[in-house]
């Protein structure tokens, strides 16, 4: 089982939309999460992070934490063809001090 | 906002080379990292280093080495290079206050190809 496991799409969604991307993870006593977005070609960005269970919201995202499923998820509104990019989701290890970054989710914003 | 350079956009080397790639971040960083990228593969740590002259393994070491003679700088060394070392190389740093897990900011990443 992979330490932190996304789809890695394409994920094709309508502009206007919501997208919605999934990220479970294994590690029970991991406690940063991490959305990254990579456009092609391009290095990671940092979209949004979250420590606690709940929603977390910024502008048209919103990251959804639930470490009793250790699930994390981010849900893009509105969505534009700008949003089209690889989504990395990050998780901390909890007995090494380093960040585990899933494969990537692909999404496709078509007009 | 947080700075973080790479010596190199493209790089093409040839077999047996010894190759340098440089990394500086200019926030004062506590940790800097080493990743390599390949599709399928998603983001594998090489190397990270907590300080000054400190280092650690990553999850793929092998045929690499850094130094880190200075805060700032953060070098990647592959000390004879291989064509199955092709990758996008990327460098990170994060501020330290959280350990290891805190926030990483990406240089714009060096494409190394070895012929």
């Known amino acids: 089982q992979k330490e932190v496991e996304q789809n890695s799409g394409p994920l094709s969604v309508p502009e206007g939309a919501i997208a919605s991307l999934n990220c479970t993870y294994s590690d029970r006593g991991s406690q940063s999460f991490f959305w990254y977005r990579q456009y092609s070609g391009k290095s990671p960005e940092l979209i949004m992070f979250?420590?606690?269970?709940g929603d977390k919201e910024d502008g048209r995202f919103t990251a959804q934490l639930n470490k009793a499923s250790q699930y994390v998820s981010l849900l893009i509104r509105d969505s534009q063809p700008s949003d089209s990019a690889t989504y990395l989701c990050?998780?901390?290890?909890?007995?090494?001090?380093?960040?585990?970054f899933g494969s990537g989710t692909r999404l496709s914003i078509r007009p | 906002d947080v700075k973080v350079t790479q010596s190199s956009r493209y790089l093409v080397k040839r077999t047996g080379e010894k190759v340098f790639l440089e990394c500086v971040q200019d926030m004062d960083h506590e940790n800097m990292f080493w990743y390599r990228q390949d599709p399928g593969l998603g983001l594998r740590l090489i190397y990270f280093s907590y300080d000054v002259k400190m280092k650690e393994k990553g999850d793929i070491p092998e045929g690499y080495s850094v130094s880190r003679e200075k805060k700032e700088r953060f070098s990647l060394i592959l000390e004879s290079a291989s064509t199955n070392q092709t990758s996008m190389y990327l460098c990170?740093?994060?501020?330290?206050?959280?350990?290891?897990?805190?926030?990483?900011?990406f240089g714009p990443g060096t494409r190394l190809t070895v012929l």
């Open positions: 979250i420590y606690s269970n």
């Open positions: 990050a998780v901390n290890h909890s007995s090494a001090s380093k960040i585990i």
């Open positions: 990170a740093s994060s501020s330290g206050l959280a350990g290891g897990t805190d926030t990483q900011y």
